[in-house]
């Protein structure tokens, strides 16, 4: 008979070794080796993040790598537009992020189509593709039960306890780093990051902040920036594919951030669930 554990919203049934129910909406299960939260209704992975402070923006270390993969030849065109703009990504600030769930990659076509069941995809060669929203958008974020990350939690997420370029280093990321489909689950799981995220950067993914260059009076406990106007996206250099010589993969970089135009990925968030 399966163990109960009584938790402060809904009971959590043990059903199989690692296998937790939550009621009927979540599961707590392993995936590809780590722990992870699944949303039962639409089939979302997500994982946890652990909370902590981290230097968010583009650092002059940073800044300074690439300009070594400019002088080593690894720059397809000239970087000066990317140096003139990075004050969009400064000043570098602390901050502090609690714990949450974020979806283990962007939503695919299939798992907005459970919200949004007459959503087509203008861009995906499959369901198991990511999703780019345009006129649906709004109907999505209406009709899910999460909400956007703010930037804070996204370039936390996707820094996962790095100070590097991207996650994997200083090195420049290259076009075998780009995943825009999730139907290999071992092609997944091996671009996950430490955090068990995977394609940070590869669509661009809208934030709850309001695009406003720049941090200064930003908050430092990772809430998002309000206001009227286009949202920030982080990511998007999958967007671009085949890259075609223009320095896409400064669209990888963990503090690359600009202003929502077009379409856009989501990848929602939601609190950790509550437990006594």
Known sequence: MPTERSYSYQTVRLVAPGLLTFGAMWTEEIVAGRPAWRHVPSGVVFREVPGGTFLMGLSEA????????????????????????????????????????????PLTVAQVQHWLPEYEDAYAEADSGTARLEDDLDDLLEAMPFRLPSEAEWEYAARAGTTTLTFRGDGKPGEDQLLDDFDDEQRTAAAENTFGLAAMGSANEICADVWIPGFVGAPTDARPRA?????AVRGGAADLYPWQGCDEWLLL?????????????VRPVTPLPPRN
């Open 62 to 105: 940073e800044l300074a790598a690439v300009r070594a993969i400019e002088r080593s030849g690894g720059a397809e065109d000239t970087l000066e537009p990317f140096f003139t703009g990075a004050g969009v990504a400064q000043p570098l600030r602390e901050v502090r992020v609690e714990p949450f769930l974020i979806a283990r990659h």
């Open 253 to 265: 970089l963990a503090a690359t951030r600009y202003e929502h135009a077009q379409f856009t990925a």
């Open 227 to 231: 206001g009227d106007g286009p949202r």
